[in-house]
């Protein structure tokens, strides 16, 4: 019988895919969970601020999603409806289109997909070719879809794609506003102009060689590309260049959405409202759901465009509806706010006192910190080089002191906090602790091997 972690791990190493990932950096079996905690096999508890990628907008077996899951069993009502309709399901997209935007809840229509985020983003890519006649797609640096074939051929990492030769063609990639880095070298507010003018002019301009795409994919925090919101300011501009264009806007809100940013919807920021948004992770309440919805001027594909078998999960329908009243009622969309002010408060003061840290940022409970090399040469805005090897010793000092961290951004250089939209300013201040704990030791780690190297 497996009783620890390390015969967990050690089944896990010789029975999984050498795809797998997240126990290479963080070696455990959890065994139970609660909150914002997690207890693995050997015992011990761990503040988790990875919650399932940002899924667990409520934390793990909240007392209100556990309640819906049992009324459903209680019930006998059907687990697995494919799209056909039922009370659970008329429930679950009343409250959904309850906190999108007027505009588009009024007119709206909802596809349900396939349980994942990634499915979703196929389901938006068909629709707007569909819709327009037209083959190509317009991504971002930086941005994150998902790793099914299409999704991935929006996605900006090249890693994944490296193996796997060519992906759907026709996707043209677009300079996303990084401060921190701006691909323009210039940052701050003429940096993310110049990022919108450029786009202007690409689609404005007979040569610039790029047909008119189908649609207009982004990210208004993007995620695993390293916690980098996007400027209201810019947003803007790209929603009036993408309706003057007649070109749809897809918001990619996997991640972003259902609270996680100090609004329902990360759009809500900069007060656009897109042609088409995607949701899943927090949307069902711990459950796989992934759905699409989008404006009824879009709806002109044939029955069956997008189909799939685990597209009628009742048990995360119930638990998505239960979840976004009580993000509702307990107002934790402000709440995320507050705390996610606190927390990068927080990580302010480690700047300060560490030299590896290059900037703190994000939006909500979605905050970065952008691990780089002091020692490097800055670029002509004054960035340091990003240190991934320094940023996955951080990850290790943080596991070790208990807490679970996940990394992103170029060269895996940025510290990711994706915590339960319940934290509270107690869990916000330990957690802050324990990673101030953790950069230091890892920059005297560092420092320390330096200088055995050079000895």
């Not at 995620?223 to 980098?228: F, P, R, S, W």
Request: hydrophobic share 40%; proline share 5%.
């Amino acid at each position: 019988m497996l009783e620890s972690n390390a015969s967990y791990l050690d089944s896990q190493q010789r029975r999984e895919s050498n795809a797998r990932t997240y126990p290479r950096k963080l070696p455990i079996a959890i065994s139970t969970a609660r909150g914002v905690q997690v207890t693995d096999a050997d015992g011990r508890s761990y503040y988790d601020c990875l919650a399932g990628a940002g899924t667990l907008a409520l934390g793990h077996n909240h007392p209100v999603v556990i309640e819906a899951i049992k009324g459903v069993l209680e019930q006998e009502l059907p687990l697995h409806t494919l799209d056909l309709t039922t009370s659970v399901k008329e429930r679950f997209v009343d409250e959904l289109f309850g906190v999108l935007p007027t505009e588009l809840a009024r007119r709206g229509r909802i596809q349900f997909c396939g349980p994942t985020g990634a499915d979703a983003v196929e389901a938006a890519v068909k629709l707007v070719k569909t819709a327009t006649g037209r083959s190509g797609m317009m991504s971002y640096h930086g941005g994150y879809h998902g790793m099914s074939a299409g999704a991935l051929s929006l996605t900006g990492n090249l890693h994944p794609k490296r193996q796997v030769g060519t992906l759907v063609p026709g996707t043209h990639f677009l300079p996303y506003p990084y401060a921190y880095r701006c691909p323009f070298g210039i940052g701050g507010e003429e940096g993310h102009q110049i990022s919108s003018r450029y786009i202007e002019h690409l689609l404005n301009d007979p040569e610039s060689g790029v047909l008119p795409p189908a649609g207009m994919i982004m990210e208004l925090v993007q995620g695993e590309g390293g916690v980098i919101p996007a400027p209201d300011a810019w947003a803007k501009e790209i929603r009036r260049i993408t309706a003057a264009s007649d070109i749809p806007l897809i918001i990619d809100e996997v991640q972003t959405g259902i609270g996680r940013t100090g609004r329902m919807f990360a759009f809500e920021h900069s007060g656009i409202v897109p042609d088409v948004v995607v949701i899943s992770k927090a949307a069902g309440g711990s459950l796989p759901l992934s759905v699409m919805v989008y404006r009824e001027e879009l709806d002109s594909w044939e029955p069956g465009a997008h189909a799939g078998t685990f597209r009628g999960n009742q048990m995360a329908m119930a638990a998505g509806t239960a979840t976004l009243k009580y993000i509702k009622e307990q107002r934790l969309v402000e709440h995320a706010e507050e705390m996610g002010q606190r927390l990068m408060k927080h990580l302010e003061g480690t700047r300060t006192a560490a030299r590896c840290i290059g900037q703190v940022r994000g939006r909500g409970l979605m905050v970065g910190a952008e691990i780089v090399d002091p020692e490097g040469p800055a670029d002509r805005i004054g960035s340091y080089p990003a240190n991934g090897s320094l940023a996955r010793e951080i990850q290790r000092q943080c596991f070790e002191r208990g807490l679970l961290l996940e990394l992103g951004g170029r060269h895996g250089s940025v510290v990711r906090f994706l915590p339960p939209l319940i934290m509270t300013a107690e869990d916000i201040d330990k957690v802050a602790d324990l990673f101030h704990e953790a950069v230091m030791a890892a920059e005297r780690f560092s420092l320390g091997r330096q200088e055995m190297l050079l000895g």
